[in-house]
């Protein structure tokens, strides 16, 4: 990764006085379905900030809100200090969105993809060529500037479109599923990017389903179930205050889970049986593995990690499908 890339200049947002998103027994219905129901968000400045969920959750309709494209139906939602109710046009002029789905156009060049959207934001053209250049050197596209969208492969297009998030020098960038799609490497190139971003202080809130993504980039984040917020934190208190330090896991032959499961619950303060394997949630990890030879039991393999988000995440919404 060459450190010699232009970043892009500091964010605006000195006349906000609070929190850059303050969110208070938020609504969201659809006819009779109620999507959000009743949450308490607090953004601060500079903070990275993630929302968690399954499909279904209510992650989209609260960003769609936070984006002031969709209209509270209850409560009160403050973005930028500004009520998007009254100053929507105000409010989407200082944010960065950047959907899940890339909305690039392919029919001129990636430069031009950056000038052309500046113009919606009322910058002359002198400012949008600067803020340009500024931004594909930002993401490294530099080289392929003057190429056309479609020769660009995934990750470039998603550097593409994060850029183009930000050239109105926003003071909130969205980001809905930023890496989804990538390959490792475009993945961890995205989020090199993203961390400079909030070094140089832009307040970034994203949804992902990704956990070690979140664990990456996001500060603080909540995660959603069924509309409401069941937990929120930082990923480490969050690990530590609805997981264990380490998890032991053990295979053995098919239909033989169960069996095991019940004789060794007694070696960790959680156990999980899945299809394919059992799941010992202590923080002990290498004790509960000794443990369990030590009882006659011979695993086909044995794995201790560390606790991770993803461990928290199935804890509190479950690892049913949700459509």
Not at 63 to 89: F, N, Y
Not at 129 to 150: H, I, M, N, P, Y
Request: aromatic residues 4%; negative net charge.
């Amino acid at each position: 990764m060459s450190e010699a890339a232009t970043e892009p200049e500091p964010v605006a947002g000195g006349d906000v006085d609070g929190p850059m998103i303050l969110a208070t027994g938020l609504r969201k219905r659809y006819g009779r379905l109620e999507a959000v129901c009743g949450i308490d968000v607090r953004v601060e400045r500079g903070e990275a900030f993630g929302f968690l969920g399954p499909n279904g959750a209510g992650k989209s309709s609260t960003m769609r809100m936070v984006g002031a494209v969709s209209p509270v139906s209850a409560g009160e939602l403050r973005i930028l200090g500004m009520d998007p109710a009254t100053d929507g046009p105000r409010i989407r002029a200082r944010l960065g969105v950047c959907p899940q789905l890339d909305t690039l156009d392919m029919e001129i060049s990636v430069r031009e993809n950056l000038t052309v959207y500046g113009r919606y934001f009322g910058m002359s053209r002198a400012e949008c060529a600067r803020r340009a250049d500024e931004l594909l050197s930002f993401v490294q596209l530099t080289d392929k500037a003057d190429g056309k969208v479609e020769e660009l492969s995934g990750g470039m297009k998603r550097r593409l479109s994060i850029a183009r998030s930000l050239i109105n020098s926003p003071d909130v960038l969205l980001l809905d599923e930023p890496t989804t799609g990538l390959d490792p490497q475009a993945r961890h190139l995205v989020w090199e990017r993203l961390f400079r971003l909030k070094q140089r202080g832009v307040t970034l809130v994203l949804t992902t389903h990704y956990m070690d993504e979140a664990e990456q980039l996001c500060d603080r984040l909540v995660v959603m179930d069924k509309g409401l917020i069941v937990a929120e934190g930082s990923p480490a208190d969050l690990i530590r205050a609805h997981s264990t330090r380490e998890v032991t896991e053990l295979r053995f032959g098919v239909g033989e889970h169960e069996d095991v499961a019940r004789e060794v619950k007694d070696l960790a303060d959680r156990v999980e049986v899945l299809p394919d394997r059992v799941l010992l949630y202590t923080d002990d990890g290498e004790a509960a593995a000794v443990a369990v030879h030590e009882r006659g039991l011979q695993p086909t393999s044995v794995l201790v990690r560390r606790s991770t988000l993803e461990d928290v995440f199935l804890r509190l919404t479950g690892r049913t499908l949700v459509d």
